[in-house]
């Protein structure tokens, strides 16, 4: 059963930092995979943030391109969104999600594109 499980949320004042991460299992996939992070804020849109796939190729999106950094230790089975110069804008629930993906990530940045999901994890950054 496939299981993707998120840790690492929490309060932080702006400008400070978070690490994220994510564990997906037993992905029928997990040879050619995506994985990604979302985020949604109260009364908007989720949006993507930040993907990776199997070989190590990666996006961003532009909000946050500087700032954070996504990572994988395939060991470990476990994905890590480094967040750091956070900002307020940042507070929202990430969601860690993955996909079958035989291409670059770059291709799979809309939420309706993702097949296994997380239940969250809430960021909230103070000004």
């Known amino acids: 059963q496939v299981q993707v499980v998120e840790s690492g949320g929490g309060l932080v004042q702006a400008g400070g930092s978070l690490n994220l991460s994510c564990t997906a299992s037993?992905?029928?996939?997990?040879?050619?995979?995506?994985i990604a992070w979302f985020r949604q804020a109260p009364g908007k849109e989720r949006e993507g943030v930040a993907a990776?796939?199997?070989?190590?190729?990666?996006w961003l999106a532009a909000s946050v391109k500087g700032r954070f950094t996504i990572s994988k230790d395939n060991a470990k089975n476990t994905l890590t969104l480094q967040m750091d110069s956070l900002k307020p804008e940042d507070t929202a629930r990430y969601f860690c999600?993955?996909?079958?993906?035989?291409?670059?990530?770059?291709?799979?940045?809309?939420?309706?594109?993702?097949?296994?999901w997380g239940q969250g994890t809430q960021v909230t950054v103070s000004s």
């Open positions: 999600a993955a996909r079958e993906c035989r291409g670059n990530p770059a291709l799979y940045t809309n939420p309706a594109q993702y097949t296994d």
């Open positions: 037993e992905l029928p996939y997990h040879n050619n995979a995506a």
């Open positions: 990776i796939n199997t070989y190590d190729s990666t």
